[in-house]
């Protein structure tokens, strides 16, 4: 497949890549591609992809399903303000509430409402099975071995300092 596309890029003039780049490429598309599905189940629910990102990060807070709003930005990526937005608008919408620290008078959690986690799991659901029939006509356990392959790649590059 690599030199395959290595020659569409040469016969288009474009300058051949490096198996990095490929690699960057290649994630990249992989990313933009199931990315989509997630957008589209989460817009057909009337969420942002930070609503869902946010639900699915308190999902996963078993089992409680609550986390800190600094908690919430570090693990979807969120500003401070973006993330009190979604808490905000997760408030309005039924699918959060927000609980007061009792051990800790500055801070609060933001909970998921059992309507919050009903509507997660619909989302995922949904997403999961799409990406199951996307992938089905690849040979068994090649998404298995892609996903441990690209772990790998993503520790290696992790765990090396920046810039070397």
């Not at 990249?28 to 957008?39: G, I, K, S």
């Not at 946010?54 to 993330?83: D, F, N, W, Y």
């Not at 009792?102 to 659901?125: F, N, P, Y």
Request: hydrophobic share 40%; proline share 4%.
């Amino acid at each position: 497949m690599r030199a395959r596309r290595g020659r569409e890029r040469a016969a288009a003039g474009v300058a051949a890549r490096s198996a990095p780049a490929e690699l960057a490429e290649q994630a990249t598309r992989l990313t933009t591609a199931m990315d989509a599905t997630v957008n589209a189940e989460a817009t057909r629910h009337g969420l942002t992809r930070a609503d869902f990102d946010v639900l699915a990060a308190l999902r996963g807070a078993a089992p409680e399903h609550r986390l800190k709003p600094t908690e919430l930005s570090a693990v979807c990526r969120l500003s401070s303000g973006g993330t009190s937005n979604v808490i905000r608008r997760m408030t309005e919408s039924g699918y959060v509430v927000r609980e007061a620290d009792l051990h800790d008078g500055r801070s609060s959690w933001a909970q998921l409402t059992d309507e919050g986690l009903r509507v997660c799991e619909r989302i995922q659901d949904t997403v999961d099975a799409t990406h199951a029939r996307r992938l089905a006509g690849l040979p068994p356990g090649v998404v298995d071995a892609l996903t441990a392959l690209l772990a790998q790649a993503v520790d290696a590059l992790e765990s090396s300092p920046e810039g070397s």
